[in-house]
C-alpha cells in the first residue's frame, strides 16, 4: 500500500475516510498491476505512466473517477470534454462492490492515451 494515499484518506472526516479506504482498497484488490500515488494532490492508480483512476473530496462527496469511464457504457456520469466519467458517494454504503469491481477491470481493457494528451495537443488516442 502507498503511505501517501492512507495518509490522504486519515485527513479525511469519519465517513469520507470510509468510503476513500473502502474504494482504495478496492482498487488495490482489483488493480495489482498498477502504480497508486498522490497526483494533483488526489489518489490515483497508473497503468504504465495512464491514469485510470482516482478518487478526491469535494465540497459534498468523494468523487470516484475513472479517465476512460465514459467509454465503459456503464452507469458512470461524464465529466469534462474528454472520457473521463465518474460515481459520487456521500456514504459508504452506496459503494456497490460489485459495480466497482466491473468498472475496474473495464478500466484495464478500455483505456485513453491520457499520458501524452499534452503532447498531442488535446487530442486523445486509444490505447486498449
Not at 497503468?47 to 462527496?61: A, E, Q
Not at 474528454?82 to 460515481?87: G, P, S
Not at 481493457?109 to 488516442?125: M, S, T
Request: proline share 2%; with cysteine.
Amino acid at each position: 500500500m502507498n503511505n501517501e494515499i492512507e495518509k490522504y484518506n486519515a485527513l479525511q472526516s469519519e465517513e469520507d475516510k470510509n468510503i476513500c479506504n473502502r474504494l482504495m482498497d478496492e482498487i488495490n484488490r482489483s488493480l495489482t498491476i498498477v502504480e497508486g500515488k498522490i497526483w494533483h494532490g488526489n489518489p490515483v492508480w497508473f497503468i504504465d505512466g495512464n491514469p485510470i483512476v482516482g478518487y478526491s473530496k469535494l465540497k459534498t462527496c468523494i468523487q470516484l473517477l475513472f479517465w476512460s469511464g465514459a467509454s465503459f457504457e456503464e452507469g458512470l456520469k461524464s465529466v469534462g470534454k474528454h472520457k473521463a466519467a465518474e460515481a459520487r458517494y456521500t456514504d459508504g454504503e452506496q459503494i456497490n462492490i460489485d459495480d466497482l469491481t466491473r468498472w475496474l477491470n473495464k478500466s484495464k481493457e478500455i483505456q485513453w492515451d491520457y499520458k501524452n494528451i499534452v503532447k498531442r495537443n488535446g487530442i486523445l488516442e486509444r490505447l486498449k
